[in-house]
């Protein structure tokens, strides 16, 4: 899963960012609307983590613009406000949904889980393909009822090749969901981190190389 956060306290945004990778997501930040503008122009996120009281460009016509452009991504705004009144105009704006600051981390982890859930169609909170059980939530994978240990990049790329439902992802698509924009697309990393992968998935193998177009399960 690839999320933008957009957070102008910069402690608190390199924070949320710090916790987000450590459950495998990508995370870009940035720290003003009009990069965030610019990030989703470029990038495809599932879930933006956006700062409502943004100083330049608003939270809400962030927000409203991304709507505007149908967007695919989904919203999860954040204010220092607990007002009811502004968490009701927060939802009318576009957002997908909403949390005041202060917030408990692991209540913004299942927020954002359950956003990256929402894909067309619906995934379900745990993936199950080949032999191969995944569940985001308490981050665990199992093959044929035996654990497998995972680094975060490697449950990364799983989790993706998992919600591609037997579908090829090209060795771009990985590096774009699995990676943050920080990520040298010159490099051999996804063509590593899937062997590591498979090796530990063990026999027989269930990530499939296609030739000339990626990998897939």
């Known amino acids: 899963m690839r999320v933008l956060v ?3 306290e910069r402690v608190l945004a390199d924070t ?5 990778r450590r459950e495998s997501m990508a995370v870009d930040v940035v720290y003003d609307g009009d990069s965030a503008l610019e990030h989703a122009g470029v990038n495809e996120y599932d879930v933006i983590v956006l700062d409502r009281d943004l100083p330049g460009v608003h939270g809400d016509d962030v927000a409203r613009s991304l709507v505007e452009q149908s967007y695919t991504g989904r919203i999860l ?4 406000s607990r007002e009811l009144e502004d968490k009701v105009e927060g ?3 576009g957002a997908d949904d909403y949390m005041a600051k202060p917030f408990a981390f692991p209540e913004l982890i299942a927020r954002v889980r359950a956003l990256g859930r929402r894909a067309v169609p619906p995934l379900p909170p745990v993936l199950r393909r080949s032999g191969i059980t995944l569940d985001p939530a308490n981050h665990t994978v199992e093959r044929d009822g035996r654990d497998v240990v995972l680094t ?3 449950f990364a790329v799983l989790e993706v090749l998992m919600r591609a439902n037997g579908t090829v992802v090209s060795a771009e698509g990985l590096l774009e969901k699995a990676w943050d924009e ?10 590593v981190t899937v ?5 530990k998935l063990g026999e027989p193998p269930v990530i499939q190389t296609v030739p000339g177009a990626g990998y897939r399960i």
């Open 6 to 8: 957009v957070e102008d």
């Open 152 to 154: 975060p990049k490697e």
């Open 77 to 80: 705004m954040l204010t220092a």
């Open 16 to 20: 949320v960012a710090v916790g987000l």
């Open 182 to 191: 920080n990520a040298d697309p010159f490099t051999n990393v996804v063509r």
């Open 91 to 93: 939802l009318t704006l």
């Open 195 to 199: 062997m590591t992968l498979r090796k």
